[in-house]
């Protein structure tokens, strides 16, 4: 009886192990089937795209039973949702805590509606893309006003008004986008006076274009070539009443957040992960921008343009839920729900938030109330459920910088590779310590003063100091090292210095070889160590091949070229005078970039400005080192030096060209025998 009971004891352990283990696939099958959406990603702190827990799952499908008809622009005001629906020529209206409480308004007036928007008085704007129009109607569907072409001179005989989407603020003006419309978005006022043009996308110059500009006058570029800028896709606008824009085609800069004066006030506008087929952008209950692509996917962003989560997708092979067909518009409800319409399929796709999208948009709830300690606790608990977020470290940065943690936010900033904020941060931290520092260092620089006076008024009884300079005479003595030190009477008399290095031999190759040395050392310091704040280049991530190819190969290509083409134009420099004074140019690099690469780590980007103009400073002044020590080394006049340098460039440029053609046939050779010796081989075996 005994054995019996432990025999039953231990086959009841035994189900219930295997219960536990299978209990949860069980429970929780048809959630992870049905609810769980494409895989969610962020960036994590280096950049990189890592997947993280699913930010929103899949909801409802709605609106099946309405047969929706190539519905073009969705918008939610007041739990209701407004459909522009352009195959039936109405505007759908469905109550969302009763989707069986749905109207219709404007099927006598509209022809193609493929925007739709409704106002704080709940008045409902169309933009009617058939009738060229946007139309006002009433809550109730009688219809307002209409706004045709403006008559306006200032608008323009030959200005495009196809009404494609349409917004307006709580002044009443009106902000259309008008398809072709490449001078901005239209704005008219409330009685339908033209008020002129919002905001304009600038056109891109490429090095094609500046080719273009030097070849050919405007009238000929207008003729042959289409130069004109992007125009907006989409608008949306926020409680605020800032206007925010999409364009296509273009891969920085796509999303825009507009001042009044239509500028993109964007804080992350140059470093925001973007797409070039963006469709609809809406925003969120927090300020946090929606972005949709015509491929499905989702991105959230916080009001600065840093992504919080990206997320969704197309259904490519079969129709899933949650997965797009031909996505058109976004929406957001006042309860974080994300509503996507699918033109194709007439439905609205609903995504609702998970928990860790929920704790996100309390952070940020409380970041923008001021409540920084509370957003602080939230963020921390985001990192530890996403591991290595850069969206979390910012966050965690802001609530530091707020809290006038400085240093705290200023070591989360740098995880996170946010330069803006950590230079805010950092200029604090100096500025604090500056404070805290200014007196000793006023005492330090008076004792350093009285102390050298002193040491002045010791040598004039005693001259101590001519030992000392005795010794770094003696030590200058050594030829190279004399040589080296050449390199401060060069920069200051470039043409004297060069006559030495060609009649008098004042330096070596050996010497010179070392400036080429140093110059790229200095060089390399400064393209791989700058502070970050103006760092653009990690040393871990960047081939060192490709850091010595793009020192020393323009610099080989100079000297060859430079004494080949002077060779055939009467020029008196050998080789050695092109190479010593080629290397002796460089001494600005070799002299004063070390000085700009330690600035890089104790200025701000409010003092960029000083780093940027002694960078071009001691490029300019090498290039008229350069300049003049090929005047004096070849005996050539101003415009045949001029003439020189342009020749040399030129053949720099044929050597690179002729490189890649026999690259470019040596690889194809190689690929013809191999697949010859290849199938030989396989011949024989």
């Not at 239209?186 to 600038?202: A, M, P, V, W």
């Not at 520092?437 to 620089?445: A, E, K, M, Q, R």
């Not at 003595?477 to 080296?484: C, E, G, H, T």
């Amino acid at each position: 009886m005994k054995i019996k009971n432990i025999f039953h004891i231990n086959l009841l352990k035994i189900m219930l192990v295997l219960l536990c283990l299978f209990f949860p696939y069980i429970l929780f099958a048809e959630i992870s089937n049905e609810n769980a959406t494409a895989y969610t990603y962020t960036l994590s702190e280096d950049g990189t795209w890592i997947r993280t827990q699913d930010a929103y799952l899949v909801g409802d499908i709605l609106f099946k039973h309405i047969n929706l008809k190539s519905p073009e622009d969705m918008f939610i005001k007041n739990e209701k949702i407004y459909i522009a629906e352009s195959g039936n020529s109405q505007i759908v209206i469905v109550d969302l805590e009763n989707i069986n409480n749905i109207s219709y308004i404007g099927k006598n007036f509209l022809s193609l509606p493929t925007g739709v928007f409704v106002d704080d008085k709940g008045r409902i704007l169309v933009a009617d893309y058939g009738l060229k129009e946007v139309l006002m109607f009433s809550e109730e569907g009688e219809l307002i006003k209409r706004y045709k072409r403006p008559e306006s001179i200032i608008f323009g005989e030959k200005a495009n008004y196809n009404p494609k989407k349409v917004v307006s603020d709580k002044m009443g003006n009106i902000y259309i986008v008008s398809e072709g419309s490449y001078d901005g978005i239209i704005q008219i006022s409330e009685d339908g006076e033209f008020l002129g043009y919002f905001g304009t996308n600038k056109t891109e110059i490429s090095f094609e274009q500046v080719l273009l500009n030097i070849l050919f006058t405007e009238e000929q570029q207008a003729q042959l070539f289409n130069i004109i800028p992007k125009t907006f896709y989409n608008i949306t606008i926020d409680d605020e009443g800032l206007i925010y824009t999409i364009t296509q085609g273009v891969t920085q800069n796509a999303i825009k957040k507009h001042n009044i004066s239509g500028n993109n006030i964007l804080k992350q506008a140059n470093n925001m992960v973007s797409e070039p087929n963006f469709v609809d952008i809406t925003i969120g209950n927090y300020n946090q921008i929606y972005a949709l692509t015509d491929t499905g996917l989702i991105y959230e962003y916080d009001s600065e343009g840093n992504l919080i989560y990206s997320f969704g997708g197309r259904a490519i092979s079969a129709e899933r839920n949650g997965f797009l067909t031909v996505p058109v518009s976004i929406a957001v409800d006042g309860n974080d729900n994300v509503y996507v319409l699918d033109k194709e399929r007439g439905i609205v796709h609903m995504f609702y938030p998970t928990v860790l999208t929920n704790m996100t948009h309390q952070a940020l709830m409380f970041y923008k109330k001021g409540q920084y300690l509370e957003s602080m606790d939230y963020w921390k608990e985001i990192l530890k459920l996403t591991g290595r977020s850069r969206m979390a470290h910012n966050g965690l940065g802001k609530a530091y910088f707020q809290s006038q943690n400085y240093e705290k936010a200023a070591e989360h900033f740098k995880i996170a590779n946010n330069r803006i904020d950590y230079s805010e941060a950092f200029w604090e931290i100096r500025n604090n310590w500056l404070n805290n520092n200014i007196g000793f260092i006023l005492i330090v620089l008076v004792l350093i003063g009285l102390t050298w006076q002193f040491i002045k008024i010791i040598n004039k009884k005693h001259n101590f100091l001519n030992n000392i300079k005795y010794f770094f005479n003696t030590f200058r003595k050594i030829n190279v090292l004399s040589d080296i030190l050449y390199m401060g009477n060069f920069i200051r008399h470039p043409i004297d210095s060069s006559y030495d290095i060609k009649h008098k031999k004042k330096v070596s190759i050996m010497s010179a070889t070392v400036v080429y040395v140093l110059a790229f050392i200095a060089f390399v310091f400064n393209y791989l160590f700058k502070g970050f704040i103006f760092s653009t280049q990690n040393f871990r991530d960047v081939s060192y091949v490709y850091v010595v190819m793009i020192f020393f190969l323009p610099v080989g290509l100079w000297i060859i070229s430079n004494y080949l083409v002077s060779t055939l134009s009467d020029g008196e420099g050998k080789f050695r005078d092109v190479y010593c004074t080629t290397a002796y140019s460089l001494s600005p690099l070799v002299l004063f970039m070390p000085v700009v690469t330690l600035l890089s780590y104790i200025l701000t980007l409010n003092e960029g400005f000083i780093i940027q103009f002694a960078n071009i400073g001691i490029w300019c002044w090498l290039g008229i080192l350069i300049f003049l020590s090929l005047k004096e080394i070849h005996n050539y006049s101003l415009s045949k030096v001029i003439g020189n340098i342009f020749l040399t460039l030129f053949l720099m440029f044929v050597i690179i060209i002729a490189y890649f053609i026999v690259y470019m046939l040596g690889n194809e050779t190689f690929n013809f025998f191999y697949i010859i010796v290849k199938e030989a081989v396989y011949r024989i075996e």
